[in-house]
């Protein structure tokens, strides 16, 4: 069974860091693009970031722009995000997904695109 794994969440003050970690099983992430999503709670899945196929055209949510980084190894088969200046507001369940297309597109951050889900991973940003 194909299967992404999330890792990397936690707490973290307001300013601070974290890199998530979006690994791969039974298939190989290069020949697709990645995206990164959010969920609070009570709100809706929202797209945060996509990066194609070879990582050279990455998309972001204007909340996160300039604060958030995705970028990926393919040689490990692992797809990361960096988030710095983390805000209370970033605290969300993060999920990475597998887009159908090996680039990301004008719709990036709609959920049709995607077609496996990891699990998610806990962020939660509080002092």
């Known amino acids: 069974q194909l299967q992404l794994v999330e890792s990397g969440g936690g707490l973290v003050q307001p300013g601070g860091s974290l890199r998530l970690s979006c690994a791969a099983s039974?298939?190989?992430?290069?020949?697709?693009?990645i995206g990164w999503f959010r969920q609070a709670p009570g709100k809706e899945r929202e797209g945060v970031s996509c990066i194609s196929l070879s990582g050279s055209s990455t998309n972001y949510a204007d909340s996160v722009k300039g604060r958030f980084t995705a970028f990926r190894d393919n040689a490990k088969n692992t797809v990361y995000l960096q988030m710095n200046s983390l805000k209370p507001e970033d605290t969300a369940v993060y999920y990475c997904?597998?887009?159908?297309?090996?680039?990301?597109?004008?719709?990036?951050?709609?959920?049709?695109?995607?077609?496996?889900w990891g699990q998610g991973t806990q962020v939660t940003v509080s002092s």
């Open positions: 039974r298939f190989t992430l290069d020949d697709y693009a």
């Open positions: 997904a597998r887009n159908i297309f090996s680039r990301c597109g004008s719709t990036w951050n709609a959920r049709t695109w995607y077609n496996y």
